[in-house]
């Protein structure tokens, strides 16, 4: 089967060689390789930075257009030094491709060499050695093109990066649960293969190589892989449930890595982690019922987030999620953002290192993308009656903790004041402000017990987490308190 960027190919030089011979910026015909590599260097640059990229053709003598043809030997050659040089001397190293077509009764060899997502490239470590095709031949970029080169630059996402090697459609289907997604999704899935490898290659799960065949990206697998382990790079990825016995680390009760993709594998997840947290039983109309101590929006919210915010380039790390007997901690590679504060990640303005997977998950339904998971989380907590919600950035991870009930009496000062901070919040955009009746009904604690939330009020005034929202207020008993930054 004929590549599709043949047909171009042709169709330039066609129009290149008639009515008489002349020169356009989509391609550039020779007899053979110049061994000056220096020069061939430069088209190269300016073929990649060239929007839809360009081709070089060789068996057509450079002067009079007359078609020489060229052997198989020859042309072997000329791909070597080309797929050597556009590897190993241009910034950053180009794709090319290559096929020998008969042209006129002579077989001519064709060089593709693509666009660069990531501009300019440039012959040399300096970008300012970088190359373009103008008026049919190849020039160096002025300082104004070397501009609009990088405002047209995609530097590509992790999520947008090869997980496989090329694959038929067939192995494509045997390894990407596309129907789970159409599920997620609430639309029917379509009933050709063509119309679903389509919509796979839209949805950036897969990268069509014209008539090769397809890669499958690291979104579609991490999304919807049957097994991740079928990816050699992200099969440290899967997430690994923990369960331990006690309070510490020392005896492990239960251990299993969900190797599904995300996306797919998310309602079972979360299925499997309720099977294993404690639970008490509750009664509603007249039923008895078992409910888990940790509420489940909170638990689906901190893990999603987990799965979207990691650190992908950290190696040999994945999600995990260990549950004690006393509280559940869920971590994930990398560190926060360098934008973003522990102290301001509830109700903070919405940015992922991993764009293409939070905006799938919003779609999916698996979560928000607007900033909410951790409010919602907090608000699902205080309702429950938990102690507040723990955030840590360790050396090369983040984690946080959601700790199972525990009386007023039996938290620290520190657990009391973040309470009160966490809750602040959550008034601030509810309501306008926290009071001393609001945080006690946080705390399930009664009115004759004002004093004791008073307390905690003053500490976190004296810590600077909260302040008044009205400075000018001097009755304590009708006192509003927002966050610090409010």
């Keep these: 089967m004929t590549k599709l960027w043949i047909k171009r190919a042709v169709e330039y030089l066609k129009q290149s060689l008639s009515p008489i011979p002349h020169e356009l910026n989509e391609i550039d015909w020779k007899e053979n390789l110049s061994p000056d590599n220096r020069r061939l260097c430069n088209h190269l640059s300016a073929f990649s930075n060239y929007p839809g990229g360009g ?16 052997t198989k030997e020859n042309a072997e050659e000329i791909v070597l030094k080309l797929s050597n040089l556009s590897r190993d001397s241009l910034n950053p190293a180009v794709s090319i491709d290559h096929s020998i077509e008969e042209y006129d009764g002579f077989p001519l060899l064709f060089i593709y060499i693509k666009e660069s997502a990531v501009k300019p ?51 494509v289907f045997d390894l990407l649960d596309f129907r789970s997604i159409f599920k997620l999704l609430g639309k029917p899935t379509p009933q050709t293969s063509e119309e679903i490898l389509r919509w796979m290659e839209e949805e950036k799960m897969i990268k069509r190589i014209e ?37 510490t680390k020392r005896e492990t009760e239960k251990e299993q890595i969900d190797v599904k993709g995300y996306a797919i594998g998310y309602e079972g997840l979360i299925n499997y982690i309720n099977a294993l947290l404690p ?24 893990i999603a987030n987990a799965l979207i915010h990691q650190d992908f380039t950290v190696r040999g790390a994945g999600p995990m999620i260990e549950i004690f007997d006393d509280r559940i901690e869920i971590s994930n590679p990398g560190k926060l953002l360098p934008s973003k504060r522990i ?82 919040i959550i008034q601030y955009y509810s309501v306008g402000g926290m009071t001393n009746a609001s945080l006690r009904e946080r705390f399930k604690m009664s009115e004759r017990q004002r004093p004791q939330i008073s307390l905690v009020i003053k500490e976190a005034l004296a810590q600077h987490v909260i302040k008044p929202k009205d400075p000018n207020n001097t009755s304590m008993k009708f006192a509003e308190y927002i966050p610090f930054w409010g």
Excluded: W
């Design 279 to 302: 639970s008490s039983e509750i009664i509603k109309n007249a039923l008895r019922s078992e409910a888990t101590i940790y509420p489940e929006i909170a638990l689906r919210e901190l």
């Design 121 to 171: 490239v440039s012959s040399s470590r300096s970008i300012e050695d970088a190359y373009i095709r103008s008026g049919g031949t190849t020039r160096k970029a002025s300082r104004q093109e070397l501009g609009f080169l990088m405002l047209n630059s995609k530097t590509p996402h992790y999520e947008e990066l090869y997980a496989s090697t090329l694959k038929t459609s067939a192995e």
């Design 211 to 247: 008539d090769d065949g397809y890669y499958i990206l690291n979104f579609g697998a991490l999304s919807s892989a049957y097994n991740l382990n079928q990816f050699d790079d992200l099969s440290r990825k899967s997430v690994r449930v923990i369960k331990y016995k006690g309070v």
């Design 343 to 424: 102290e301001r990640l509830i109700r903070t303005t919405p940015e992922s290192r991993n764009e293409i997977l939070a905006s799938a998950f919003r779609r999916y339904g698996i979560c928000e993308e607007r900033g909410s998971g951790f409010e919602k989380a907090v608000s699902a907590i205080e309702l429950y009656g938990l102690p507040p919600l723990k955030f840590e950035e360790l050396e090369n991870s983040f984690r946080v903790t959601m700790y199972s009930p525990k009386p007023f009496a039996k938290l620290t000062l520190q657990e009391r004041v973040e309470a009160c901070y966490q809750h602040s």
């Design 55 to 70: 081709f070089l053709v060789f068996g057509i003598e450079d002067t009079t257009a007359e078609l020489k043809g060229i």
